[in-house]
């Protein structure tokens, strides 16, 4: 406000100078006419184009290559499944009519592609079970370097229900990549899965126990991200998992991470067992008492005390309206009703008119036998029960007593898992057209990256290039969540209304604020000219007099100069 007030009284000063030098009465600037100039100067600048600007860059595609040794890479700009090899499997306990794994899959471009040339792994059928599988350059071990698997997804019709994860099938003699099912031991699993609102990020590792030698699957814990938008938005994501030596891992979408921990700490169920379990043939005492309050045993039931007096009783007090008609029903069969011609009294018995409220009831406090409104019964005490104490025989709750777990290990190396030699898509999905890019398995982070933006990079840059500006966007949020309507009018439209009332009232001050100085101005030198011509008159009004005296006195024998003769 004092800004306003400030800006105001420049202007009015500024312009009263100007007045003033010119030394002649002008006409009143229009300072609305001027600001309107300016701005439409303003917005006629923003609204011509820069014709040196230059235009939006266009984003070529090139393949990726490892920028160092990997273990495994593929961007699939070869155009063929070369390498890959599709399962023949079938699933155990499963229909015949879905239990082959005879979805299908090709190597083509997204259906949308901002990239021509760049294409990838695309599950073409929905409603069918699909593997496909190869082998890594050479097999990873766990040992002193990181692992580090990275890929790209994008759901482009949406996800209904399906998955998007990796398995890294591990290295046994046994393993058939042309026999690839949902049986076959794997080491991690890691990617994207959905099914009804349920939207996950898995990433599971198979922990082999040193005593028993037996797999268990140990499931990192959820994200406390939001994973919806990965799945519906129709983007392109990055995936990554980091496992490190020291048994920490980290999980990345786009690059950002989404979920982190350790190995040892954060999973379920925990890779070491319990040092102690509860005894299995523990049993509790007949005599053990859980109970920490008892009914006092010696306390007694009072003589006064009267069990069987109601709850409720008549009010005594009560009397009945006026005008009760204690002769009319509440209700009456309807008159007007009449008996469907299809009635058959054998069938379906006498036939009686529906019951309507009595017309005469609706003048009247109220129809039928009255009775006395029910009030609670000041003696009610109900039944009479002890009351309770501390329970002096309490011994808690009882637990069955601990012992040593048989089974218990420690190993505090769980990152040391089982070798892994292929990697592999086994999915069921209710979508189809879900396409994969850009798989890589490497131990430095360094080329990871180097491929993230060599490949993802260049998605993420013609997905810029080709997006709505901020406007649009807003409008595309606002339309999948409506309340975001109310937000942008608290945020963005108000200001704006605010914005422009604050200058139009502005303006209109400074308008009417110049106006009233110029006048008062005018009116001043006005005043001022008659104020002289005032002074002027009453000067010449004091001489008059003073002549005449002197005129007087000249003429006065006195002053007459004697005659010469």
Partial sequence: MEGKWLLCMLLVLGTALVQAHDGHDDDVIDIEDDLDDVIEEVEDSKSKPDASSPPSPKVTYKAPVPTGEVYFADSFDRGTLSGWILSRAKKDDTDDEIAKYDGKWEVDEMKESKLPGDKGLVL???????????????????????????????????????????????????????????????????????????????????????????????????????LKTYFTDKKTHLYTLILNPDNSFEILVDQSVVNSGNLLHDMTPPVNPSREIEDPEDRKPEDWDERPKIPDPDAVKPDDWDEDAPAKIPDEEATKPEGWLDDEPEYVPDPDAERPEDWDEDMDGEWEAPQIANPKCESAPGCGVWQRPMIDNPNYKGRWKPPMIDNPNYQGIWKPRKIPNPDFFEDLEPFKMT????????????????????????????????????????????????????????IEAAEERPWLWVVYILTVALPVFLVILFCCSGKVFLCSSSLFYFDFLEEKQKSDVEEDGDTVSQEEDDRKPKAEEDEILNRSPRNRKPRRE
Wanted: hydrophobic content about 35%; aromatic content about 12%; some cysteine.
């Fill in 124 to 226: 073409m059928s929905r409603a069918k079970h699909h593997a496909i599988s190869t082998k890594l350059n050479k097999p990873f071990i766990f040992d002193t370097k990181p692992l580090i698997v990275q890929y790209e997804v994008n759901f482009q019709n949406g996800i209904e229900c399906g998955g998007a994860y990796v398995k890294l099938l591990s290295k046994t003699p046994e393993l058939n990549l042309d026999q690839f099912h949902d049986k076959t031991p794997y080491t991690i699993m890691f990617g994207p899965d959905k099914c009804g609102e349920d939207y996950k990020l898995h990433f599971i590792f198979r922990h082999k126990n040193p005593k028993t030698g037996v797999y268990e699957e140990k499931h990192a814990k959820r994200p406390d991200a939001d």
């Fill in 419 to 474: 070798p892994f030699s292929a990697i592999g898509l086994e999915l069921w999905s209710m979508t189809s057209d879900i396409f994969f890019d850009n798989f890589i398995v490497c131990g430095d982070r360094r080329v990871v990256d180097d491929w993230a933006n060599d490949g993802w990079g260049l998605k993420k840059a013609a997905d810029g290039a080709s997006e709505p500006g901020v406007v649009g966007q807003m």
